[in-house]
């Protein structure tokens, strides 16, 4: 599986963390709302594959926060195809890697998907959180 680096520097966080305008706009859900994880901001990108996206979180709960994307638009994680899976696999461990270069001092990780409202969702398109 081929995996590509964003030409930011690894250890960069970028200016639109956090940002609710930093998002392009996607496809649409629920009505008018467009999705925010269909075509995130580059300057977000850690690292990509074919099938996902690994980028950094812009509402993180910790400072070194990413999220795994699916680049096809699929609500949550029971909808993601096999191909779908191993490539978020490989991106979560891609970016874990990559943390730990940043952060050499934290070695645990948590690793989690909301699914559903009730679930804790709040952005209906798959996402994958990684955080130390």
């Known amino acids: 599986m081929r995996i590509s680096y ?4 690894v250890g960069h966080l970028p200016s639109s963390v956090g940002r609710l305008d930093s998002h392009a706009s996607g496809s649409k859900l629920r009505g008018a709302m467009p999705c925010v994880l269909c075509h ?6 850690l690292v ?5 996206i690994a980028l950094w979180d812009g509402f993180p709960v910790t400072p070194l926060h990413v999220l795994v994307v699916p680049r096809r638009h699929v ?3 029971f909808g993601l195809c096999e191909t779908e899976l191993l490539a978020c696999n490989a991106l979560l461990r891609a970016a874990r890697e990559a943390v730990i270069r940043i952060d050499s001092a ?3 990780f948590n690793v989690g998907a909301n699914v559903g409202e009730t679930g804790g969702q709040t952005v209906f398109h798959c996402h994958l959180h990684q955080g130390q």
């Open 6 to 9: 964003s030409v930011a520097q």
């Open 48 to 52: 990509s594959n074919d099938h996902a």
């Open 106 to 108: 934290g070695c645990g």
């Open 40 to 45: 995130p901001p580059a300057d977000r990108v």
């Open 75 to 77: 609500v949550d994680f």
